[in-house]
């Protein structure tokens, strides 16, 4: 079966450079969520998106944008990176927000130098 | 502050026996899920149980659900090296999935 695609999986950058990450749902999924997760620490919320518009935002700093497109596929645009950025980005879809499951990506792994 | 919060933060066992995780949050849920993560891997739905329900199995899981104490535990039975990972609970109240701060499981062969 199908499940979330994120490229890249791997991503190095230098301080003050943007980074996109991507993310493709399950077909059919109509929520998309991002999160991000530093080294030993868990998931942190940072934004979401139900049918193409921005549905909630957590703890996403102003120097991140994201957006979904026709296609259900998300960006997450990071600029001005800071070495407190390096973490793991996972992408997650669902189709009922009510009482479904989030199916995961595996994730996109940033460094920042 | 954080919706879920997890204990132990860690736990070490002997394979063969039980390992018990706790949850614990703060506002009305719609649902609880818990995942699992090998390290520096992606997450792995285990289990959802829904706010209606009190408890659910899923082969050597269990889980239990008490709305009334906002808290929610995770059994593994007969536990295995394999199960060694992180195990987060996941709280859905409608707007947002908030994650736990996880277990990290140690089972020892």
């Known amino acids: 079966a199908a499940g979330v695609i994120q490229s890249p999986r791997h991503l190095i950058k230098e301080k003050r450079e943007t980074a996109t990450l991507k993310c493709y749902p399950i077909?059919?999924?109509?929520?998309v969520y991002w999160y991000q997760q530093g080294p030993g620490q868990d998931p942190q919320f940072l934004i979401s998106?139900?049918?193409?518009?921005?549905?909630d935002k957590g703890s996403i700093p102003d120097r991140f944008s994201a957006q979904q497109f026709s296609d259900y596929h998300s960006e997450l645009n990071m600029s001005s990176l800071e070495l407190g950025d390096s973490a793991l980005y996972f992408c997650?879809?669902?189709?009922?927000?009510?009482?479904?499951?989030?199916?995961f990506g595996e994730g996109s792994r940033l460094t920042v130098l | 502050s954080q919706q879920g919060e997890e204990d132990p933060q860690a736990l070490s066992i002997q394979e063969g026996e039980n390992a018990t995780m706790n949850c614990s949050y703060k506002?009305?849920?719609?649902?609880l899920q818990w995942y699992r993560q090998n390290s520096g891997r992606g997450l792995v739905h285990l289990i959802l149980?829904?706010?209606?329900?009190r408890e659910k199995h899923s082969g050597r899981l269990r889980v239990t659900l008490d709305t009334s104490k906002k808290s929610s535990s995770l059994l593994i039975t007969a536990s295995r090296a394999a199960d060694t990972a992180s195990y987060f609970c996941?709280?859905?109240?409608?707007?947002?999935?908030?994650f736990g701060t996880g277990t990290s499981l140690t089972v020892i062969p």
């Open positions: 996941a709280t859905d109240t409608g707007n947002q999935f908030y």
């Open positions: 998106f139900y049918e193409k518009m921005q549905s």
């Open positions: 077909p059919r999924h109509d929520t």
């Open positions: 149980i829904r706010s209606n329900e």
């Open positions: 997650a879809s669902s189709l009922d927000t009510i009482t479904g499951e989030l199916f």
């Open positions: 506002t009305s849920i719609n649902n």
